[in-house]
């Protein structure tokens, strides 16, 4: 079992930048690929990055060049550096963890076992 929990969300301006953390419980932290997911009321839960065990990364297309996947194992901590932010990165931001096939980084939230209880990101224009 492992509980995750999400900060560092808030109000920004456009161009600004933020960095989320999502903070794991649970020794064996750098046995999950985690990743990171965003949400807007009534639409679906969608890819933002994913780090897996071995710290290969993926990035969904629109926020390659602005966001940075991290994890540091010692910490038990995965952050997610977003520069450049746009209005359309607004969002809850949720973190998540997959234990099987951590090897390869997951892409839809079915991959994923565990999630954080998500935080908002806002950005203005």
């Known amino acids: 079992q492992v509980q995750l929990v999400e900060s560092g969300g808030g109000l920004v301006q456009a161009g600004g930048s933020l960095r989320l953390s999502c903070a794991a419980s649970g020794r064996t932290f750098g046995r999950y690929g985690m990743g990171w997911f965003r949400q807007l009321a009534g639409k679906e839960r969608e890819f933002v990055a994913g780090i897996s065990w071995s710290a290969t990364t993926s990035y969904k297309d629109s926020v390659k060049g602005r966001f940075t996947i991290s994890r540091d194992n010692a910490k038990n901590t995965v952050y997610l550096q977003m520069d450049t932010l746009k209005p359309e990165d607004t969002a809850v931001y949720y973190c998540?963890?997959?234990?099987?096939?951590?090897?390869?980084?997951?892409?839809?939230?079915?991959?994923?076992?565990?999630w954080g209880q998500g935080t908002q990101v806002t950005v203005s224009s």
């Open positions: 998540a963890a997959r234990g099987s096939d951590r090897e390869r980084v997951g892409f839809t939230p079915r991959d994923y076992d565990y």
